[in-house]
Nanobody, 115 residues
Framework: QVQLVESGGGLVQPGGSLRLSCAASGSIVSINTMGWYRQAPGQQRELVARITGGGSTTYADSVKGRFTISRDNTKKTVYLQMNSLNSEDTAVYYC?????????WGQGTQVTVSS
């Protein structure tokens, strides 16, 4: 079982930036497509960015041009750089494989965008 631990969330003003990190316990992470998901209150969890083992990236329309996903396979870590944040980005952010491993959901990291 791969354990995933997210960090880097917090309170940020509209227009601000945050960088999320996801540290993984298993080496399989380095070859698997990984993604960042988010879940806002009362909403279903959605995939916002993914990165393949080869480094190809895909983004949801709502974050395209503002978010950047990256990975460091030597550190078994996946990152999400978030710029130009707005209130609609407020959510708990999770990382997981794409498609997700059911037993690997972590606690997530809360991102709150508010003035």
């Amino acid at each position: 079982q791969v354990q995933l631990v997210e960090s880097g969330g917090g309170l940020v003003q509209p227009g601000g930036s945050l960088r999320l990190s996801c540290a993984a316990s298993g080496s399989i992470v380095s070859i698997n497509t990984m993604g960042w998901y988010r879940q806002a209150p009362g909403q279903q969890r959605e995939l916002v960015a993914r990165i393949t083992g080869g480094g190809s990236t895909t983004y949801a329309d709502s974050v395209k041009g503002r978010f950047t996903i990256s990975r460091d396979n030597t550190k078994k870590t996946v990152y999400l750089q978030m710029n130009s944040l707005n209130s609609e980005d407020t959510a708990v952010y999770y990382c997981n494989a794409v498609p997700p491993w059911a037993t690997s959901w972590g606690q997530g990291t809360q991102v709150t965008v508010s003035s």
